[in-house]
């Protein structure tokens, strides 16, 4: 009877610290607009960006099959994106995520 007292309490508290330092943490949501930045990371098998912009926000877009992706104005793959590219991304905003409209590689 004790080791549950003590035992479940602990181990939510370590599950809950778990889960918020997964993913998610350090990246902004930001209002539907354009913004320039720079690449940081790329996830290929997310189809998952973080681009960071000049006002030290980081954004974290997940492509979608709608999701235009181009560069000196020609569409290209996603395999084309690669770290510190400088981009221009087009979001808009859908509750606390970030749909990506469209990504232009300058």
Do not use: H
Not at 53 to 82: I, N
Not at 85 to 102: A, C, S
């Amino acid at each position: 009877m004790k080791l549950n007292k003590i035992f479940f309490p602990l181990l939510f508290a370590i599950i809950s610290m778990g889960a918020t330092s997964c993913g998610g943490g350090g990246t902004d949501v930001v209002d539907s607009g354009t913004y320039d930045g720079t690449i940081a990371e790329v996830n290929a098998e997310e189809k998952e960006i973080y681009v960071e912009t000049p006002d030290e926000k980081t954004l974290e877009l997940y492509f979608t099959d709608s999701t235009r992706l181009t560069q000196e104005g020609q569409p290209v793959a996603f395999s084309t994106l690669k770290k510190d590219q400088q981009v221009e991304v087009t979001v808009e905003k859908m509750g606390k995520k970030l749909n990506p409209l469209e990504v232009k590689i300058k």
